[in-house]
């Protein structure tokens, strides 16, 4: 079973602050690391995506991946009250396609 | 471009009718991928969609079933409805090359089964 864990949370963090979210896997070969955001009753959005080991920057966004821990992670910088959502972590382990594993979620609150 | 389109958006059915989803790449896109979400479960993946065939398959029963036309339009039945069915459907495309590419969801279409 490929499996794919993140805090469910709520991580609540102040305005203006860093959030931080983590997720591990536990499929080695997985190869291909996506962030989504996910706003109440709406569908995914992509945030960021991320294929080799290092950090990956796209603006206030940081996708931070290490494939011998097995692990992903999200920084937010500057938190924005429009950042409060649920931030999904999915891999992809398929080599041959598109079939996203996706962890739980970890609900994020910006408070003002 | 049009982003992907799910059709319809809601739906209520009774256990052991049968219903059919429609989704709508995005254009140049090849691959369709069908997904479920449940508070309980989460989003799993039900499967994948790529030049009329099925590539990928998640662990959902016989029930459970898709298909692709030739313009990259895909549908997706599900048969003798159960009051677990009830949940968010999500589809999403992508271009088709292979596990490297970005997922683009649709809006979903939330169902009900009573």
């Known amino acids: 079973q490929k499996e794919v864990e993140q805090n469910s949370g709520p991580l609540s963090v102040p305005e203006g602050a860093i959030a931080s979210l983590n997720c591990t896997y536990s499929d080695r070969g997985s190869q291909s690391f996506f962030w989504y955001r996910q706003y109440s009753g709406k569908s995914p959005e992509l945030i960021m995506f991320i294929y080799s080991n290092g950090d990956k920057e796209d603006g206030r966004f940081t996708a931070q991946l290490n494939k011998a821990s097995q692990y992903v992670s999200l920084l937010i910088r500057d938190s924005q009250p429009s950042d409060s959502a649920t931030y999904l972590c999915?891999?992809?382990?398929?080599?041959?396609?598109?079939?996203?594993?996706f962890g739980g979620g970890t609900r994020l609150m910006v408070k003002p | 471009k049009a982003g992907v389109t799910q059709t319809p958006r809601y739906l209520i059915k009774t256990r052991g009718q049968q219903v059919t989803l429609s989704c709508s790449p995005i254009?140049?896109?090849?691959?369709v991928s069908w997904y479920q979400q449940t508070p309980g479960q989460g989003l799993q993946f039900l499967f994948e969609y790529f030049s009329e065939t099925q590539r990928n398959k998640g662990n959902f029963p016989g029930r459970f079933s898709g298909r692709q036309f030739s313009n990259s339009r895909s549908e997706m039945n599900v048969s003798t409805l159960e009051l677990g069915d009830s949940a968010l459907y999500l589809c999403?495309?992508?271009?088709?090359?292979?596990?490297?590419?970005?997922?683009?969801f649709g809006p979903g279409t939330r169902l009900l089964v009573l």
């Open positions: 999915a891999v992809n382990h398929n080599n041959a396609g598109n079939m996203l594993t």
């Open positions: 254009s140049g896109h090849r691959s």
């Open positions: 999403a495309s992508s271009p088709g090359q292979g596990a490297w590419e970005t997922q683009y």
